[in-house]
């Protein structure tokens, strides 16, 4: 059910100016952190942050309950562990475009401005696909800046979404997802939830923002790190909604 309280109409016309200005926003950490380069070959990618009002799991987070995002949740999704890229991850709903998707440099315009048709298509599609969320209840506000991911040679499109209608979600392919879940955006500003996941290979450490998070109602909770919590950390900054977390608090990622 759309919310019309003061609360989440303010933080869709922030995410709105978010997507207005999205080319301009990139995705670069504090320190290197892409292991590699894409090579000629890449593959075009997207995939939908989806921002809705908060489901009926709340955070547990009190000290910002009044601030920016407090009304608010955002859809990931757990990678199977079974899976050759990124296993075990947790992810934006998304993938790779399919030829249905459109020709890249097909436009259409949205609140936040002309954006790249398929790669709006190809996140939605791919949405609707891993989580079984209904397409139509989506308004596309707008897209961020290309971010190069070496490991898996794509270039992913980050397409800024608004549950205006919402729909149930789950788990679709159990061989392609193991979980699929509703983060209050308050437990992604806790600083409590926050420190650096750290990669070494040979003489180099890359890190990456990262954000330990409850899963549902229950206990367990999941680490998002890598390209997803780059994204949501620079998302974060971008509105002003981050606070103070440790930045010093390093710890090894989980491979």
Known sequence: MESTSPGTL????????????????YMEDREPWRIGSLSEDYRQSAVLILFGALDKIPSEYEEHGEGPGRDLDVLLVQRSATLRSHPGQVAFPGGRLDPPDGEIGELMTVPGGEVSAPHV???????????????????????????PLPISNHMVTPVIGWWKSQSEVDVMDHAESS???????????????????????????????AFDVRVNETSETVTVWGFTGIVIDRILEWLGWSVEWDRDDKRPAPL
């Not at 955006?185 to 750290?198: C, G, K």
């Open 10 to 25: 303010h933080a869709r016309e922030q995410l709105l100016k978010l997507a207005q200005e999205g080319h301009t926003v």
């Open 121 to 147: 298509r190809g996140a939605l599609r791919e949405a609707h696909e891993e989580t079984g969320l209904d397409p139509d209840g989506v308004e596309v506000l707008g897209t961020l800046h290309p971010v």
């Open 179 to 209: 979980l699929v879940f509703r983060v209050p955006v308050l437990d992604l500003i806790n600083p409590a939830h926050r420190y650096y996941a750290t990669v070494t290979r040979g003489h180099q450490t890359y890190k990456s923002p």
